[in-house]
């Protein structure tokens, strides 16, 4: 059984730092790519950042230079950190998996991203 598990979300003051945690179970991660994405209220979800299982990595423009995905020493496990955070960061932040066999790079939009976690709340306020 497949099971993506966020945790690591919070309130936080503007400028500060959270940690975000993707704990993946039942599902091969030398065949995933794992994205993260945000929705905020009365917003579409959209894209953040990805990792491919050999570590190549994306990310939006929105989060560049703040924002770092990496895979735990375990490899079952991604994080966001994320830095010099804004109140526009406010969403809720989700992981998720793709199956990327035949791909060289992973994408930011929702199509192909098979498992999804249940979300994190981030909130951004002072």
């Known amino acids: 059984q497949w099971q993506l598990a966020e945790s690591g979300g919070g309130l936080v003051q503007p400028g500060g730092s959270l940690r975000l945690s993707c704990t993946v179970s039942?599902?091969?991660?030398?065949?995933?790519?794992i994205g993260w994405f945000r929705q905020a209220p009365g917003k579409e979800r959209e894209g953040v950042s990805c990792?491919?299982?050999?570590?190549?990595?994306n990310y939006d423009d929105s989060v560049k230079g703040r924002f770092t995905i990496s895979r735990g020493h375990a490899k079952n496990t991604v994080y966001l950190q994320m830095d010099s955070l804004k109140p526009e960061d406010t969403a809720d932040y989700y992981c998720?998996?793709?199956?990327?066999?035949?791909?060289?790079?992973?994408?930011?939009?929702?199509?192909?991203?098979?498992?999804w976690g249940q979300g994190t709340q981030v909130t951004v306020s002072s």
């Open positions: 998720a998996a793709d199956l990327v066999l035949w791909q060289t790079s992973c994408l930011l939009t929702m199509e192909g991203y098979e498992y």
């Open positions: 039942g599902l091969p991660l030398d065949d995933y790519a």
């Open positions: 990792i491919m299982p050999k570590d190549t990595t």
